[in-house]
């Protein structure tokens, strides 16, 4: 499976970035150096979190989970968002204490030279993981790219940071970027963090989403009478869609199966990995039934 393999990917390279970085960090006594060892340690959770959920949420249904296993997939992204958090505070409160008590760095240049390999590991990995993502909507594959490339801007701050202090001795550098890195890193966590957790809210699908799903039902509006109740929701990377389709009174079972069946193939086209449940309801019915607020389709009926 694509995702696993690029969750195993991300899991061998941040190993061997974090070994790294922190060997550096100990020998130039660079903050900013050591605060990007910690920074990939939390990368390296992320993936070990990351490959765990993606395998748990590919899993089909069972007893226990009859609706599958996707949320798994918001449970992780939350988790590595957090993971995220905790890094930028330690992060800053590292940096401070080095601008209370300035120290020199020892042998910057090693310091710039870890940092640019460590950034283009993580350049060509993040690529992988996130392309990886985006073509099978999986928030946890996505939360994982995100950690691998904020990782490349800031150890490309780091090595510039390093570079400056090595031409000036411009020590204050050091802890100044440090806070610039972990301002930048909670700003991109708490952005996914709203993509990982409304989720498991049950909230709807984007609208763009939605629209593709009621284009589709336009496109057939000739064979139904009207849908209400129409909702949606995300469960990692599935989409949830359920409806209720009012068919003539006198249509046979077989038709109005068969239109179900149609609808649910086009839908299948334009969303990842949508589940449809259709609810076939005969035109009477209608008269007596109450819709949900604002889920009723805005076509006039015939």
Known sequence: MKSTRAAGLSIISNTFVVILKLMVGVITGSVAVISEAIHSSLDLMASVIAFFSVRISSRPPDKDHPYGHG?????????????????????????????????????????????????????????????????????????????????????????????????????????????????YIMKEAFSLGKESFLPLLDTRLSKEEEKRVRNILDSYKDEFIEYHDFRTRRSGPEQHIDFHLVVASDSDIVTAHDLCDRIEKEIQKVLYAPRVFIHLEPEHERLTHRPLKDTTNKSPTK
């Open 71 to 183: 949320k798994f997939e918001n449970v992780s992204g939350t988790i590595e968002t957090l993971l995220i958090f905790v890094a930028g505070i330690w992060i800053i409160y590292e940096s401070v204490q080095k601008l209370l008590n300035p120290e020199p760095i020892h042998l910057p240049m090693l310091g710039v030279a870890a940092m640019v390999v460590g950034a283009g590991i993580n350049f060509v990995v993040g690529g992988i993981v996130k392309k990886i993502g985006e073509q099978t909507q999986s928030v946890a594959m996505r939360s994982n790219a995100l950690h691998l490339l904020t990782d490349v801007y800031s150890s490309l701050g780091v090595a510039l940071s390093l570079l400056l202090v090595s031409l000036t001795d411009f020590y204050i550098l050091d802890p100044l970027i440090g806070i610039g890195i972990a301002i």
